[in-house]
């Protein structure tokens, strides 16, 4: 990286602290704001989304907190770039359901915590992920975008974070 350029660059333990606040911010956004004020209920995929989240923001308090070494730095970023992928997966799977003709969107199906008491954890998440009816309704919208739409950027912006963590030289 440029020296110049990485100069500019927050030191990793901002960058980590700064990583965190944004999740924490996106939830409090949905928690607060999408549930306790719009009675939005969360679809299965949303729910996957906030797990994925909570994970990435867990390891930037972690990596926040510990403040290692660069070899160190770059563990907690790769472990991040897996999750931050994992979550873009599954927003942009939520993206297409949403996208799809109303006649391709899958029919409705259990709800979460009904498969989750009655089927092998692998199942239900392959359940989930192959999406339903609930998971394509546009509930919301935010400058044209809808909450998965706002959620895959969430997870791009985190990704370039990490990135930046991950691809930096030294401190």
Excluded at 72 to 84: E, H, I, K, T, W
Excluded at 129 to 138: I, K, P, R
Aim: proline share 5%; net charge negative.
């Amino acid at each position: 990286m440029n020296t110049s350029f990485a100069a500019l660059l927050p030191g990793s333990r901002l960058a980590n602290g700064l990583g965190l606040l944004l999740i924490i911010a996106a939830m409090l956004f949905a928690v607060f704001y999408l549930e306790g004020m719009l009675y939005l209920e969360p679809c299965p995929l949303c729910i996957i989304d906030r797990v994925v989240l909570t994970g990435i923001g867990l390891v930037f308090l972690l990596a926040s907190v510990h403040n290692p070494g660069r070899s160190g730095q770059r563990a907690y970023a790769g472990l991040n770039l897996v999750l931050v992928a994992a979550g873009c997966a599954v927003a942009g799977r939520h993206v297409w359901l949403q996208h799809l003709p109303a006649d391709r969107v899958p029919e409705c199906g259990a709800s979460l915590d009904y498969m989750l008491e009655t089927l092998p954890l692998h199942q239900t998440l392959r359940k989930v992920l192959q999406g339903s009816g609930e998971c394509a309704d546009v509930q919301w919208t935010l400058l044209g975008l809808s909450i998965p739409e706002q959620t895959l950027l969430l997870f791009a912006a985190l990704g370039g974070l990490v990135l930046l963590q991950l691809l930096r030289h030294s401190d």
